[in-house]
């Protein structure tokens, strides 16, 4: 939705102090330095430094399946999916007899990331039940990571911030352009309204 922006009220001068009042003095903290608002939860990521049993050695295959993907499954189970069943029982032993049922188990595009684009970050609702909402983690390294992110998840007010093209002249980055809201009007041709900068679809 575009934002308008009207001219500030006039005769919006500013009250004098009263005499009594202790003066504050104005904050010095620069906008680059101010805190920001939050935005929103974290998304779990997988551990940076694989140890235990997520350091599954890749050169050890188990039933035929490669030791990259039982370590990929190892980590699906639990960090992501984190069923009470894998959570509670995985242990070498335990894959080394179920390899093939953890490999169905966990999706055939998961590949462990150790900077993942994306994760999930697990919600509870009233009366206990829970759902899983999908964030983007990072800025894309690259336009194939931008373009992976707008296949799956659209253009939006969510994503434009992170299709947008950092070095783009026309939104410095940020996704919107400021255009005249009233265009060749005498009067309100100065008002402008945000709209979506083309990087964002290149």
């Not at 984190?82 to 590949?111: I, M, S, W």
């Not at 999930?120 to 894309?140: M, N, S, W, Y």
Request: hydrophobic share 25%; with cysteine.
């Amino acid at each position: 939705m575009a934002h308008k922006y009207a001219p500030p009220r006039k005769g919006g001068e500013k009250t004098k102090p009263d005499s009594t009042e202790t003066p504050q003095p104005e904050s010095t903290q620069s906008e680059s330095t101010a805190q920001k608002p939050a935005e929103g939860p974290s998304a779990e990521k997988p551990q940076s430094k694989l140890t235990g049993l997520r350091n599954w050695n890749v050169d050890e295959s188990v039933d035929g399946i490669s030791g990259s993907r039982i370590r990929d499954c190892i980590i699906y189970q639990l960090d992501f999916r984190k069923a009470d069943f894998y959570t509670k029982n995985l242990t070498r032993g335990f894959v080394l007899r179920n390899a093939k049922r953890l490999h169905e188990d966990t999706p055939e595009d998961y590949v462990y990331d150790p900077d993942p684009l994306v994760g999930e970050v697990t919600k509870h609702l009233d009366g206990g039940e829970t759902f899983k909402q999908t964030l983007i983690l990072r800025a894309p390294r690259d336009d194939a990571e931008r373009r992976r992110i707008r296949d799956r998840y659209g253009v939006n007010s969510y994503t434009i911030r992170f299709l947008a093209k950092p070095g783009c002249p026309v939104c410095r980055g940020t996704g919107y352009q400021y255009v005249s809201a009233y265009p060749g009007d005498p009067v309100y041709s100065k008002l402008t309204e945000a709209v979506e900068c083309a990087c964002i679809h290149e």
